[in-house]
């Protein structure tokens, strides 16, 4: 199975999920990462917990277009272990919500390390709130994916907290640019996490020019290799184009954005295969017949 593509619908607050899926379709796009705000949230017009979870799912449905995630703003590790009972309750929520809607996974961060806070012990936290919630998501059919963020950039630190998990419907959501703004470059967190990302998500940035976004490949993230390193560990799964418009409503509107993100990555992706192509060894040709001495 091929590669597919998605993005989040930070890009676009104001389109309704009607708007996301018929563009998303017209667009090139396979997919659709659905962010959510939570319960009372007016930002976001796609937001599906505006919407009966059965409608969202028939609309995607009838464009051809896949609900692949339900990105949410929770994180796993608080101050208070009340907090943190809070998230994993609302988290499991939207496991449930999920599933209604099909979505093959769940979104939530680990996130900030508080001051003082010792790291593994932090590590330690998130992993166990993982872990419950994996048994939930078990439940539902529906996977759980820790984004890297805040505080938890590295690779090697997010292999370590999967080991802990040793959860099958728990896996990990690997923002390029997050890592690569936090000193972690593409080179090297997909080879150590390898099979443990489930959701690849991308944007590219300039550090200290403007809102510093810009479109893909185009900045210092390292987009194009992120691609060719997800396909040399053999990954199949979905890419996501993220585009912050939801918090920077002044960065270039999504109907301009997404369409050239998409035609970049497939030109990548169709790169790759035909370099995979070429690099096979060709079959030789037939042997040519023996001639026949005349009697």
């Known amino acids: ?58 609309v995607l449905k009838a464009a051809g277009i896949e609900p692949v995630c339900l990105s949410t703003s929770l994180a796993l ?72 963020g805040g505080s938890f950039n590295k690779a090697k630190e997010w292999w370590w907290v999967m080991n802990l998990v040793e959860h099958p419907m728990v896996g990990v959501a690997w923002n390029a640019a997050n890592g ?42 390292g987009i194009k290799q992120f691609i060719h390193r997800l396909l040399g560990i053999g990954y199949d799964g979905y890419v996501s184009v993220e585009w912050d418009r939801l918090w920077l409503p002044s960065l270039t509107p999504a109907e301009e954005y997404l369409p050239d993100a998409q035609k970049r990555l497939r030109g990548w992706l169709d790169e790759v295969a035909k370099a995979i192509e070429d690099a096979k060894p060709k079959p030789k040709g037939a042997a040519k017949p023996k001639a026949v001495a005349a009697h």
């Open 77 to 148: 590790n608080h101050k208070h272990h009340s907090e943190t009972r809070a998230a994993v309750e609302e988290a499991s929520r939207a496991v449930a919500l999920a599933a209604e809607i099909g979505c093959t996974f769940v979104r939530v961060f680990g996130y900030e390390l508080r001051p003082g806070e010792n790291r593994q012990a932090a590590l330690e936290c998130i992993a166990a709130s993982a872990r419950k919630l994996g048994e939930v998501g078990a439940e539902h059919g529906v996977q759980v994916l820790l984004e890297n």
């Open 180 to 221: 690569a703004a936090n000193g972690e470059p593409v080179s090297v967190a997909v080879p150590v996490l390898n099979s443990r990302i489930r959701l690849a998500k991308v944007k590219d940035t300039v550090l200290g020019e403007g809102s510093g976004f810009v479109p893909l490949g185009e900045g210092t993230v």
């Open 1 to 58: 199975m091929a590669i597919k593509l998605a993005f989040s619908t930070t890009a676009c607050p104001d389109w309704s999920i009607e708007d996301v899926a018929r563009r998303a379709a017209e667009m090139g796009y396979q997919g659709v990462e659905l962010r959510t705000l939570g319960k009372n949230s007016s930002g976001l017009a796609s937001d599906p917990v505006l919407s009966e979870s059965g409608k969202v799912a028939s």
